[in-house]
Structure formats: structure tokens, C-alpha cells
């Protein structure tokens, strides 16, 4: 399995943008930004497709979408009753963008697929070098400002109180979820990006309230579906995305029933 090439980037950058996935999850989840994540690999989508339109790889134009709309709402949306609305319409906006691109795109149904549900063995040597030096970033980033961000999201009000500039935390953190997104959108796809970002970090909150441990729960987590998925859709020849999904489903309930059983 691993004398092949696709394979190998594969693994490679399943594993980083799954360690990756495991410890920004845990924050996403504790700052209630699931619907943000879901409305940016959307965002990511339209990006793609510009990129395509213009020749250019689609992680670029992932990261130019996804950043931009970060940008946007962290600005705009300093309340949280604002932040849906803001939300809804940019991503109407950049939506409209994405099929103006698409339509303009010769051939651009396999291009479409790929950006929607994934394709992790079509990744490249050159895809893999800028997806690795990304995920590094943005876990280094969350290291260097863990204490901050951790405080920040886990106790946003007892933050403020203490002068941390919050909203200039939100919008640091939107741009490096921005950044993980575009690069698990080329595994996983638009449509099911949350399988990594969300769901191994959900079934970790109820396994712990360590949040150490959480991270490193969801991170395991997220490394066994990914190796899991790309191990069985090389056997089977099913989609990778399908067996992910699947695995992480499972850890999601029972994590839920082994919560449900302390009670």
C-alpha cells in the first residue's frame, strides 16, 4: 500500500490535517462556532472554484475565500446576535461568486465533486508540502497562544473582565480556523469538512473536562478514522470520506452512551 505515491501523500497529509483537525476542534466547539465552520468550508467552496476558473490550485483560492470572509465577520460581528446575519448574507454573496466561477469553468464537474466530497489519493507531492507547512502553522499557533485562547474560550466573560482584547482573539482565531479548513476541504470536501473539525472533539467533551485531555482524545480520534478511512478505500475501493464519517460516528455515540452511563 505504501509503494504507492498517492498513498503516501495521502497519509501524510491525512495524519497532519487530522492532529490538526483534533486540537482546533476542541476550540471550535467551546467557542459555539460549528455553524461558522460549516458556513466557511462553504465560503471554501466558492474559493475553490475561483481558483479553478483561473488555473490556479484550489487550496489557493481556499485560503484567499475562507480568510476573507474570517476577516469579515470578525469585524462585523463583534455582537452575537449580529454574527448569524452577517454570516447568512456573506455566505449568499460568495455562494452566488462560486457558481458565477463554476459556470464560466469548462468541464468543471469532477472539479466540482472533488471540492464537494474530497479526494485525498489525488493529492499531490506540492499539495502536500503546503498542507504540511499550513497545519504546522496553525498548531504552533495554537500552542504559542494556547493560555489565551484556551481562557478566552472557555471563560470568555471572566476574559473580558480581565482586559483581554476578545474580539481581537476572535478574529486571530477565525483566520487560523480559516486556514484549517482550506486545507481539510482537499480531503474530506465542503459538504463533510466537519466530520474532523467537530465530531472527534464532541465525543471527546464527553469522555473528559480535562481540556488537555480533551484535545488529546479528540486527536486520537480524529487519527484513527483518517488512517482507518484510507487503509479500508484502499482495500474496498469505496470512497475514504464514507469510511471517515463512519468511524467517527461511532466514536461519536459511544463516547455519548458512555456519558450517558455515569450519570
Not at 157 to 184: C, H, P
Not at 240 to 256: C, D, N, P, Q
Request: with cysteine; aromatic share 14%; net charge positive.
Amino acid at each position: 500500500m505504501f509503494s504507492y505515491e498517492f498513498m503516501q501523500n495521502a497519509f501524510i497529509s491525512g495524519t497532519i490535517v487530522a492532529i490538526m483537525c483534533g486540537f482546533i476542534g476542541v476550540f471550535v466547539m467551546a467557542r459555539n462556532m460549528s455553524f461558522i465552520s460549516h458556513t466557511l468550508s462553504h465560503v471554501g467552496f466558492s474559493g475553490a472554484a475561483f481558483a479553478v476558473f483561473l488555473g490556479i490550485n484550489p487550496i489557493y483560492g481556499l485560503l484567499i475565500f475562507t480568510m476573507t470572509m474570517s476577516y469579515i465577520v470578525g469585524h462585523l460581528s463583534s455582537k452575537a446576535f449580529r454574527r448569524e446575519a452577517t454570516v447568512s448574507v456573506m455566505l449568499g454573496i460568495f455562494l452566488g461568486l462560486g457558481l458565477l466561477f463554476l459556470s464560466l469553468t469548462p468541464k468543471s464537474t469532477s472539479y466540482v465533486n472533488s471540492i464537494l466530497f474530497g479526494s485525498v489519493v489525488s493529492i499531490t507531492r506540492s499539495d502536500v508540502k503546503i498542507i504540511f507547512s499550513l497545519a504546522i502553522f496553525v498548531i504552533l499557533a495554537l500552542l504559542l497562544f494556547y493560555r489565551v485562547l484556551k481562557f478566552d474560550s472557555f471563560d470568555h466573560i471572566g476574559a473580558s473582565s480581565l482586559g483581554i482584547n476578545t474580539k481581537l482573539v476572535s478574529i486571530f482565531f477565525l483566520i487560523l480556523l480559516s486556514i484549517a479548513i482550506s486545507i481539510t476541504v482537499p480531503i474530506v470536501g465542503a459538504l463533510l469538512m466537519f466530520i474532523l473539525l467537530t465530531v472527534p472533539a464532541s465525543a471527546a467533551r464527553y469522555l473528559t473536562t480535562n481540556i488537555a485531555k480533551m484535545i488529546f482524545i479528540s486527536i486520537f480520534f480524529a487519527l484513527i478514522g483518517v488512517w482507518s478511512g484510507l487503509t479500508l478505500s484502499y482495500y474496498t475501493s469505496l470512497p475514504v470520506t464514507f469510511f471517515i464519517a463512519i468511524i467517527e460516528g461511532g466514536f461519536y455515540l459511544v463516547s455519548l452512551a458512555i456519558f450517558n452511563n455515569k450519570k
